[in-house]
């Protein structure tokens, strides 16, 4: 199940969680390679990456408290590093 967030007083917010969650920060999403140079395409954004099973993750982010997208990460997925 995703994490689903809750407003709080401020600018801070939680989430209540059905998977266990590993970590959970703001992070800079990059955008497509064509627009690498243009700096306002850059985008902060809300991640949280929880367990999903016993050899398995999911990548989950956020913009502006809404949910907009998920990674399944497993034992066959492959990570490569950008800038």
Known sequence: MEPKPQKSPGKQFTFSYENEVCKQDYFIK????????????????????SKAGE???????????HHRGSIEIDQNSSVEVGI
């Open 30 to 49: 990059s955008p497509p390679s064509q627009l690498f140079s243009s700096v306002t395409s850059w985008k902060k954004r809300f991640f949280i990456l």
């Open 55 to 65: 050899k398995s993750f999911s990548l989950s982010y956020y913009k502006d408290h």
